[in-house]
């Protein structure tokens, strides 16, 4: 059940040029598995939330992620330990996971921190295929190590692993051992119809994570809503953000 409260900010972490990691005093939030998202209030004039991931969480904490993007995601990097942000949380429907299962997580961009929350609950039973656009824009590579089997890092310009997309990776794991309980995916929808197709094309099972605009985040303003495959439409906020690759609609 979703809770808006003030959180403690009890960290705060630069993990590169672009992006931060925070840690929040947030008991009652604790999300039902991962990639649920909390709505964080940027700032006192703007009205909008931002959606952002639960990246991990343990006791009453919870770890966000994110990487400076705008207005709303440069005011909340200047927030330090001991500062207070309006949270409301968590939000929406998270990847279906089964806590026996050995999956394959596939993360690109900003979509890489709520793959952590998955490599966490499978306990080293999955393997994780991480794309950036370039080594300067790489993290969490170590929380990953440690909570996978296997991770495979790849960049769009070769400057850190694999040159070249995630989605090649996939495939080539794909091609040596289908045996994955899911594919699970979140990053832009480019990365996502095209990780999608590999996993049809073996056969495996793949939830995809989707990134909308928000408004309220709780389904009451349509601002979120996507095309289906059936024809119908549903808010990435309430129905989603993750939902079976093969219910969406990607040619819109
Ligand atoms: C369910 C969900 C989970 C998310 N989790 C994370 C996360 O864990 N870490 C993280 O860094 N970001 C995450 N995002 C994206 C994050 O919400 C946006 O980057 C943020 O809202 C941008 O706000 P801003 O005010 O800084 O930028 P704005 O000034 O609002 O926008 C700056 C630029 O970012 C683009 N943008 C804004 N919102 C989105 C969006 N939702 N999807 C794609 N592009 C967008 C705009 O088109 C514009 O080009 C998530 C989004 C969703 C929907
Ligand atoms: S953001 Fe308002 S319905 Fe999803």
């Not at 793959?115 to 966490?120: N, S, V």
């Not at 059936?230 to 040619?251: I, L, R, S, Y």
Request: hydrophobic content about 40%.
């Amino acid at each position: 059940m979703p809770i808006q409260k003030s959180c403690t900010v009890v960290e705060a972490v630069r993990l590169n040029a672009f992006a931060y990691s925070f840690t929040l005093e947030a008991e009652g939030m604790t999300p039902e598995g991962p990639d649920q998202f909390v709505h964080v209030k940027c700032g006192h004039s703007r009205l909008l939330r931002r959606p952002i991931s639960i990246c991990d969480w343990e006791e009453n904490l919870l770890r966000i992620v994110f990487e400076v993007r705008g207005e709303g995601t440069e005011w909340l990097s200047r927030r330090k330990a001991g500062d207070r942000l309006d949270v409301l949380g968590p939000l929406g429907r998270g990847f279906r996971m089964d806590r026996e299962g050995r999956y394959l997580l596939v993360g690109g961009g900003i979509g890489v921190p709520p793959m952590l929350g998955c490599a966490k609950w499978t306990a080293e039973r999955s393997t994780a295929v991480l794309g950036f656009r370039s080594a300067d824009r790489a993290m969490l590579s170590k929380d990953f190590q440690k909570s996978c089997k296997e991770i495979f890092l790849c960049s769009d310009d070769g400057s850190i692993g694999r040159h070249g997309f995630v989605d090649a990776q996939v495939r080539d794991i794909l091609e040596k051992d289908k045996d994955f309980t899911a594919v699970l995916a979140c990053g832009p929808k480019p990365m996502l119809k095209n990780v999608a197709a590999v996993a049809a094309g073996f056969g495996v099972p793949c939830q995809v994570s989707m990134e909308e605009r928000m408004a309220c985040g709780v389904g009451a303003c349509l601002g979120c809503a996507i095309q289906m495959a059936d024809g119908t439409m549903q808010h990435v906020c309430k129905d989603g953000p993750v939902f079976d690759a093969g219910e969406v609609d990607w040619n819109v």
